[in-house]
T-cell receptor, first 115, second 110 residues
């Protein structure tokens, strides 16, 4: 079974702090994704990566950056956290990219609260 | 703009009832459509994936249908159980993009 893990289930940070969210997958997938999920808005894509050191912006990249130094690990970085970044963050991976036929596998999510 | 809409936002039914969840999408040039389940505070679990050339997929008590021309998909749950209580999301994959609905929160009362 594919396993996608996220470093924290719950996180509380203060405005202005730098925040790192880590995601690891164990299936040697090429593609990894970061989404945020907000009530009534569904999932929105922040960034995705189709290979090590490669990244593409999603729909809402502002205020975020990412890092993919190793194939199995994809990090989401909030350079200076703001209250409007309070959300549920979901990481996913897939063998194919957004144009591929197969499913994405999701991690358990990190619920981030920025005070 | 490619939008995915799920109605209703919430649904409460008694145990044993058959029910239908709806998903509509504005752009019919889809690659595939997928239904996910999300338990509170958790990630998404894939339930059914329907390729654009298919009309339906079945898994146990779940049946998902796809009508590309009308931009609709339904998830049918037979003989609902309290363990089916969760949020159900549909996701539509386009070429190089994937759009999610906001989900329907289902409660099955014993």
């Amino acid at each position: 079974d594919v396993k996608v893990t996220q470093s924290s289930r719950y996180l509380v940070k203060r405005t202005g702090e730098k925040v790192f969210l880590e995601c690891v997958q164990d299936m040697d997938h090429e593609n990894m994704f970061w989404y945020r999920q907000d009530p009534g808005l569904g999932l929105r894509l922040i960034y995705f990566s189709y290979d090590v050191k490669m990244k593409e912006k999603g729909d809402i990249p502002e205020g975020y950056s990412v890092s993919r130094e190793k194939k199995e690990r994809f990090s989401l970085i909030l350079e200076s956290a703001s209250t409007n970044q309070t959300s549920m963050y979901l990481c996913a991976s897939s063998l194919f990219g957004l144009a591929g036929p197969e499913t994405q596998y999701f991690g358990p999510g990190t619920r981030l609260l920025v005070l | 703009k490619q939008e995915v809409t799920q109605i209703p936002a919430a649904l409460s039914v008694p145990e044993g009832e058959n029910l239908v969840l709806n998903c509509s999408f504005t752009d019919s040039a889809i690659y595939n459509l997928q239904w996910f389940r999300q338990d509170p505070g958790k990630g998404l679990t894939s339930l059914l994936l329907i390729q654009s050339s298919q009309r339906e997929q079945t898994s146990g008590r779940l049946n998902a249908s796809l009508d590309k021309s009308s931009g609709r998909s339904t998830l049918y749950i037979a003989a609902s159980q309290p363990g089916d209580s969760a949020t159900y999301l549909c996701a539509v994959k386009y070429n190089n993009d994937m759009r999610f609905g906001a989900g329907t929160r289902l409660t099955v009362k014993p």
